[in-house]
């Protein structure tokens, strides 16, 4: 990872970052490193850094557990780092509760670099795992599931938003085959592969609930609906890609039922 940063409208590097347990492994025949970098996260402030590792190989779980170790390949890992003044330092080494799995996700800060949430993406191992942290020190606050398990209904790309206080989170799931269209539809529907959905999570006086299933309102199989999601500050917004989505139409507000341009992808707005 490298980090720069702007004084007085000029730019320079203030970082270049490895993993603590930068390694080699042999996996099926093939040599692999860690793939730190893969996917990022920064708090506003951009003191609070989370880089994924996918391939990270560690049999560990939890938090700080042994980084040296790889008896789970490509169980993937979170590492946590922050910055005081100029200086950047490893704050947290984070693994997944079931390290026999692979698929630790990507990951999503809140604001103030308090919250990270993480999806963990594989055959009937689809949580979110919510952590805060409170001076200095990071625990697991929650574990959040939906309905939606078995491999047709994995998260997938694991896209992941979260509002800038940390109490609503947006996690894609691509490859839902569910035919419903728009909010609160039919989530048991299997009838459209990979057409795609959003699940909406929100935080109430410190409790998670499920709060939204979020089809598009032209669902058509293939669509992968959810590939990418972000959420405005005060999660008052969400966008949502479906980079398969066939429409002809241009621009805003065009013909969703058209279909004659395969693979030339939309954005939704709610």
């Not at 990979?194 to 109430?204: D, I, P, Q, T, Y």
Request: charged share 20%.
């Amino acid at each position: 990872m490298y980090v720069f940063v702007r004084k007085n409208g000029t730019w320079s590097q203030q970082a270049y970052i490895k993993a603590s347990n930068t390694k080699r492994f042999h996996f099926e025949g093939v040599d692999s490193g860690l793939g730190f970098g893969a996917r990022l996260a920064l708090s506003a402030d951009g003191n609070t850094l989370a880089v994924k590792a996918p391939y990270e190989p560690s049999g560990a779980t939890g938090i700080d557990g042994d980084q040296k170790d790889i008896s789970a390949p490509l169980s993937g890992a979170i590492y946590v780092f922050v910055r005081d003044g100029d200086a950047w330092r490893q704050e947290a080494y984070i693994k997944s509760e079931n390290s026999e799995a692979t698929g630790f996700g990507d990951p999503a800060l809140s604001a103030d670099g308090d919250t990270l949430a993480v999806a963990h993406v594989g055959e009937n191992v689809d949580p979110i795992y919510v952590y805060s942290r409170s001076e200095g020190i990071w625990a697991l606050q929650e574990r959040l599931r939906t309905s939606h398990l078995g491999s047709e209904r994995s998260f997938g790309g694991s896209a992941i938003a979260l509002s800038a206080n940390g109490d609503v989170i947006a996690l894609g799931s691509p490859f839902d085959p569910s035919a419903a269209t728009g909010i609160g539809g039919d989530d048991q529907d299997t009838s459209a592969e990979a057409s795609g959905a959003v699940h909406l999570f929100v935080r109430r006086s410190g409790n998670w609930e499920y709060a939204a299933y979020v089809k598009a309102s032209n669902t058509d199989a293939g669509d992968l609906f959810g590939l990418r999601v972000a959420l405005s500050a005060d999660a008052s917004v969400m966008a949502v890609s479906a980079p398969n989505e066939a429409s002809g139409a241009s621009g805003i507000g065009g013909d969703q039922t058209d279909n004659s341009l395969p693979l030339s992808g939309a954005v939704y707005l709610y």
